[in-house]
């Protein structure tokens, strides 16, 4: 059980596009999403929390027109980088908490974003 | 605001050799501590959970001790394999419900 999936694994797009990453819960309801990015030989960093069914918090110093999150349903929250350069170029990790009271996160596979 | 600080950065251990990784918080309000494994390019796998409540969490070869009000967890893990290599990191879940991650440990176990 708890099973967070990510699509896409990976994927490499041309500056100026946006991109969009699907966080799935598959055998829960996550009322609540995290979005985290790794740079190469770094720790992952909270970009922003998500609710479903409100707008999510961005953490200090993420654009969040540049980030944009939606959390539609309890099992789906996408993140869109939109006009992509590439510094954006990194790997974008979900995390979902269901909705039982637990405080455990589940994470998902991450995703490899690169930007040429 | 929360510092989580592993140490060390990387360590190299010959097969069979017990690991010891290190990780230290600055704020003792939190409700959980969490130990993840990641191998390169790929996602995390959660490996130990400890509650502030308790006091360790054991799972197979591995041992994760928490000491919340001296800031520090230890994750022990019994006879090293090659398949150990990996980055540990350990993340704490504070009372802002979000959590924060150490730099991680690099793990090296040679044949």
Known sequence: GAVVSQHPSWVICKSGTSVKIECRSLDFQATTMFWYRQFPKQSLMLMATSNEGSKATYEQGVEKDKFLINHASLTLSTLTVTSAHPEDSSFYICSARDGKGSNEQFFGPGTRLTVL | ?111
């Open chain 2, 1 to 111: 605001k929360q510092e989580v600080t592993q140490i060390p950065a990387a360590l190299s251990v010959p097969e069979g050799e017990n690991l010891v990784l290190n990780c230290s918080f600055t704020d003792s309000a939190i409700y959980n501590l969490q130990w993840f494994r990641q191998d390169p390019g790929k996602g995390l796998t959660s490996l130990l959970l400890i509650q502030s409540s308790q006091r360790e969490q054991t799972s197979g070869r591995l041992n994760a001790s928490l000491d919340k009000s001296s800031g520090r967890s230890t994750l022990y893990i019994a006879a090293s394999q090659p398949g150990d290599s990996a980055t540990y990191l350990c993340a704490v879940l504070g009372s802002w419900g979000k959590l924060q991650f150490g730099a991680g440990t690099q793990v090296v176990v040679t044949p």
